[in-house]
């Protein structure tokens, strides 16, 4: 074994100017950039919209055929999201090099693994590593992994302190809390309200009349399938096939759809399964939806203060339905405990999570455009008492997320560079 002097000696000759060829060096930085800019993108696009992320981790647990608390799924998808943005911005910096390193690689002897299994078993239409960000295929998933894999691999076995960090090991601290805070204050909101900046089909502002007008007319749409359920059993039925009463309405099927057809295809059904989307959104008129992807029991505590809302949108003229993601069986269950005071209507709840996250949210339309919506648990409870008339619901600015979210990233990186800026005035002290 070497003795500490014989180490120390090594350690200086190691950081002699030249000693490596510079091409190590560059080599170094660019699995850095390679390794590190992914996981920070993945872990960025996770965290801004974390029911995204939800969803994509219940659809695996789905596929599993494994039933686990949605509680438990929220912390882990945060923590996940957190640690990827964390060992990015560590591996792009060059900050905790050994301990970022290896986490990345532990990340990656599961996730490697994992997307073989996708690419050939293609259990879910597309991973979700850049949530709906960046929508990659299973294959596309894998190639990416195998080369986040082999820059890791590189930076291993070349030796990751060959290259210069950033930040110097007494200020890292400082940089690694300031981008937990940052990627934490995006997951708190885009949990608790909506995300900050919002990838899906349907933003603020889009006309959502006009998109129904157009499925409903588009000759793409004959080619939908609609699914049935008897007996335990799903069937799938065309337009022109559809099936006798005796079968319950489940869902619609847009997968023989081609994209450009399928992503704005959104309907609203009736228990008779007819979808009367272009007919209930309406180009006039003020439309309030109550969007429940999922029923069960997490609405009840809010149905009161949802059947509040109901009567004054009522009262002043307006129209108020609930969108339920779930067969009409089941919404007639729900309803019996939720109790709400206005028109239940079924949807697939793939696409009511496209439309508005959260496991109760609210769209607000006016002249079939959206206005805001947000999660009923962002409205407080004076929110009634405070807004008595429709009118001052159409007033409320959508929240400005493009706008907070640019002030938060602008401060996040303005800190960073303070904080770098630390290692200058080390330099120019020892000078």
């Known amino acids: 074994m070497k003795s ?17 060829h510079g091409g190590i060096v560059w080599l170094l930085w660019l699995c850095r950039i390679i390794a590190g800019g992914a996981f920070v993108v993945s872990g960025w696009s996770k965290s801004i919209d974390p029911w995204g992320f939800i969803y994509k981790i219940e659809d695996y647990l789905a ?28 591996l792009l910096c060059g900050m905790l090099r050994r301990t970022a390193a290896w986490t990345a690689t532990a990340i990656m002897a599961f996730m490697l693994p994992l997307s073989v299994y996708i690419a050939v078993a293609n259990p879910v239409s597309d991973c979700g590593c850049f949530g709906d960000f960046w929508v990659i295929s299973n294959t596309a998933t894998l190639v990416k992994n195998i080369i986040i894999s082999a820059a890791l691999a590189t930076m291993l076995f070349i030796g990751n302190r060959r290259a210069a960090c950033l930040f110097r090991p007494a200020i890292q601290w400082i940089a690694v809390t300031l981008s937990a805070i940052y990627i934490l204050t995006l997951a708190v909101y885009g949990y608790n309200v909506q995300p900050l900046i919002d990838f899906r089909p349907y933003p603020t502002g889009t006309d959502l009349a006009a998109e129904m007008a157009k499925a409903d007319s588009s000759d793409d749409a004959d080619g939908i399938l609609f699914v049935y359920s008897k007996n335990g059993a799903e069937q799938s039925f065309t337009i022109d096939n559809l099936p006798d009463s005796s079968w319950t309405f489940v869902r619609r099927d847009l997968s023989s759809l081609p994209i450009a057809a399928s992503s704005k295809a959104f309907g609203i059904y009736d228990s008779e399964g007819d979808d009367l989307g272009s007919e209930l959104i309406q180009p006039q008129g003020t439309t309030v939806l109550v969007v429940v992807a999922d029923p069960g029991l997490h609405y009840l505590s809010r149905s009161r203060f949802v059947n509040e809302v109901a009567a004054i949108v009522k009262a002043d003229g307006g129209d108020i339905i609930g969108l339920v993601g779930a067969p009409r069986q089941v919404i007639e269950q729900w309803a019996d405990l939720a109790l709400p005071d206005f028109d239940v209507f079924s949807a697939d709840d793939t696409e009511l999570k496209s439309l508005v996250r959260g496991d109760a949210a609210m769209v607000l339309l006016h002249n079939g455009k959206i206005v805001w919506k947000r999660t009923v648990g962002s409205l407080d409870a004076d929110f009634t008492s ?3 008339h429709l009118d001052s ?30 290692n200058l005035i080390r330099m120019k002290h020892k000078a």
């Not at 599993?64 to 608390?69: A, R, S, V």
């Not at 959508?398 to 560079?417: E, I």
């Open 393 to 422: 619901y159409i007033a409320m600015e959508a929240p400005d997320s493009g706008r907070l979210f640019l002030q938060l990233t602008l401060a996040y990186m303005a800190l960073m560079l303070i904080t770098a800026g630390l």
């Open 386 to 388: 405070s807004h008595p």
């Open 63 to 90: 596929v599993w055929q494994i039933n686990e608390p949605r509680e438990l799924i929220l912390c882990g998808a945060v923590a996940l999201s957190t640690v990827e943005f964390l060992t990015g911005v560590c």
């Open 4 to 20: 500490d002097e014989a180490r120390a000696t090594a350690a200086k000759t190691e950081n002699r100017p030249g000693f490596f």
